[in-house]
């Protein structure tokens, strides 16, 4: 424990056969934010059930650390989860790395902060929620927010008398790139902004990213902002953490609609723990917050859901909710990639630099490790880009683009720059330097069904990539336009070679030996392969295949079924799972109210990223935080009400 003193958790044995006011399935994200703000009132009881555990160790607060999904049990990550062969990328499976922890993926992610556009939210009002337009969530954020980036804006949540849980800040890196890429992105046509989180920015432009992460330069998780150690001890006599709780199913009455309690079981088998269930009871509501894949799980385990899952598990079902696990979206990425000297990228740590940055950050806070591995992004909408010149038609909205205010306003792609790899895998004897061009408003959807009645087991996942054509059109020519800024930056003055490593119709040898390196089963290769380790000319020509030279393609010249092969061979989850029991006006496409109530049940709520109507154009961990910071609130509107 950090430091010294132990968090105050328990084990479901200790729970069972008792009531709590209000029970918060999922110790995530969202239910960091929910338990914490219900439990503001000391006369309520509430209790939180998380699978995993609290491990509020020096590695999960090191910023650029803790993005290390492949340190595993220190930030309890789950490796076991994988998609479904992916129709749309040529039969590969994806990894779904997450977290089962307090916290959840934002222990893990590289914390961004990206609120969504106004027409994010203008889209979801024209969809029938009303409530949930702009003007009704914009409080919420600027309500969590502590934006020390931006002192002087009165719109971000930071002023003298209230500061929000999440500290915000800007980074910068000592990389010389820094300057060249932004001169690519102006030379392009894009501007420079200041704040990607203001309400009236452009839906193209160059923007420094707000990520979350204190003056002592760690990490803020929702963990640490909404239920850390000391709000934990203050509050235990009313607030219970449960850790190690598997949900087995919820204890409903469908013909009186209310759900009168949990049932439960240690997640981890231990010589001598209890492995019996245990039963806890609701006084007053269940929340569920265990994300976009456990949440609909939980449900069909529960007997809510499409009447043809319940039935081929052999359960009765109490609620038929045909949108439960129908519709999973998720933002697609594509890494496109430069060779860069090795001191330009965040590789430099694994020489004796690494222990200098690492000591920076012991002592001061600072460093490379007490940063992220994005600090800044291109938001563009693919419409506005010039199919000839692949630049954005004009600096402001191109003819037919709309304002980010408006619906018609949110930007289709973002191009994250990465000092760093952004493939699935490492490649070996490589310094690589990524634009990641990826797809933030996608068409495709997935789907998450429950196939097995062991809670223990994952849903079968169904992964939305390139399932709809239009999703291929729009990657596309966000893979052309990237290379046209590759081309652009290396053409800037930049004072190192900067050729293309991974990109269609380059080094086509080398994606290939990457592709048969996997030991993993999204892989189709029989053996592993040696990475070449041979350096990248600056030219138009290398010698890829069997010592012939092949000609390198630009941006002009790549051919579109190139881009769409390179695509299908390399794009990725961005591990924003969303919109498996979305919002609506109605429970035939719907799951959940806008009061985020699950039709058909009084006293049982949803609050993750799966109650998404539609996905934001963003970053999803602050628009998940606001939709919990709501939550809270209308329980407490609604109990307020019954006491009146």
Aim: glycine share 8%; aromatic share 8%; proline share 7%.
């Amino acid at each position: 424990m950090w430091p010294f003193s132990s968090y105050p958790e328990c084990s479901p044995s200790d729970i069972d056969g008792k009531t709590y006011d209000y029970i918060v399935i999922g110790g995530g994200t969202a239910g960091c934010v929910i338990a914490s703000r219900l439990s503001e009132d000391p006369n309520v009881t509430v209790l939180v059930l998380e699978k995993g555990g609290v491990k509020d160790n020096l590695v999960s607060r090191v910023p650029l650390l803790s993005q290390n999904f492949f340190l595993g049990d220190p930030l309890q990550v789950l490796s076991t989860r994988w998609s479904e062969p992916m129709t749309g990328a040529n039969g590969r499976k994806n990894q779904l790395w997450t977290v089962e922890g307090m916290g959840g993926n934002s222990r893990i992610n590289a914390m961004l902060w990206t609120r969504g556009v106004p027409g994010d939210y203008a889209s979801w009002a024209e969809m029938g929620l009303r409530d949930w337009s702009w003007e009704n969530v914009e409080p919420y954020f600027r309500k969590m927010e502590n934006a020390t980036a931006h002192p002087d804006s009165i719109l971000r949540g930071h002023t003298e008398y209230l500061k929000g849980p999440v500290e915000l800040r800007k980074g910068t890196y000592p990389f010389r790139w820094t300057s060249y890429i932004e001169k690519a992105a102006q030379n392009m046509g894009l501007t420079v902004q200041k704040d990607s989180n203001g309400p009236a920015v452009p839906p193209n432009g160059f923007f420094p990213l707000d990520v979350a992460i204190n003056q002592r330069g760690e990490r803020v998780s929702a963990f640490s902002a909404y239920l850390n150690r000391q709000l934990a001890l203050q509050r235990r006599k009313h607030l219970t953490i449960c850790t190690g709780a598997l949900v087995s199913r919820l204890d409903l009455d469908g013909q009186k609609g209310v759900v009168r309690g949990v049932h439960v079981q240690p997640s981890q088998k231990t010589p001598g723990s209890s492995s019996r269930n245990h039963f806890v009871a609701a006084r007053r509501e269940v929340i569920i917050c265990s994300g976009a894949i456990s949440t609909p799980q939980i449900l069909g385990l529960s007997g809510i859901g499409p009447k043809t899952m319940c039935q081929n598990l052999g359960m009765p079902i109490i609620k038929e909710l045909p949108a439960v696990g129908a519709k999973l979206a998720d933002h697609c990425a594509i890494p496109l990639m430069l060779e860069v000297p090795k001191k330009e990228t965040i590789r430099l740590l694994e020489s004796i630099h690494g222990l200098w940055h690492f000591l920076l950050w012991l002592v001061l806070g600072k460093g490379l490790m007490g940063t992220t591995s994005v600090l800044s992004a291109i938001f563009l909408q693919t419409e506005s880009i010039d199919e000839k010149t692949m630049q954005i038609k004009t600096s402001s909205a191109a003819p037919g683009v709309e304002s980010a205010t408006e619906r018609n306003g949110i930007p289709d792609i973002e191009i994250m720059i990465i000092p760093l790899s952004s493939l699935e895998r490492d490649v070996p004897n490589h310094s690589l330097f990524s634009l990641y061009p990826t797809l933030v408003q996608p068409y495709s959807f997935g789907h998450v069904e429950v196939v097995e009645r062991d809670p223990s087991s994952n849903p079968r996942i169904t992964h939305p990539m390139f399932l709809d054509e239009r999703d291929i059109q729009v990657a596309r020519r966000a893979v052309r336009f990237t290379m046209r800024l590759a081309e652009e930056f290396q053409n800037s003055g930049y004072p190192y070679p900067a050729p293309l490593a991974f990109a269609p119709g380059n080094r086509p040898q080398l994606l290939s030996e990457w592709e048969k390196s996997s030991p993993h089963e999204d892989s189709n290769a029989s053996h592993p392969a040696t990475i070449s380790s041979a350096p990248v000319a600056t030219g138009t020509k290398s010698n890829d295949i069997a010592g012939a030279e092949v000609a390198e393609k630009t941006w002009r010249n790549v051919t579109d079924d190139e881009i769409n092969d390179y695509m299908r061979r390399v794009a990725h989850t961005a591990f924003h799972f969303s919109c498996t029991c979305p919002m609506s006006d109605s429970e035939e496409t719907g799951v959940v109210d806008e009061r985020l109530r699950v039709y058909g049940f009084r006293n049982l709520r949803i609050a993750d990223a799966s109650v998404f109507p539609v996905i934001p154009s963003g970053h999803t961990m602050a628009p998940v935080m606001m939709v919990a910071e709501r939550c809270a609130d209308f329980v407490k509107d609604t109990w307020k009400e019954t006491a009146n």
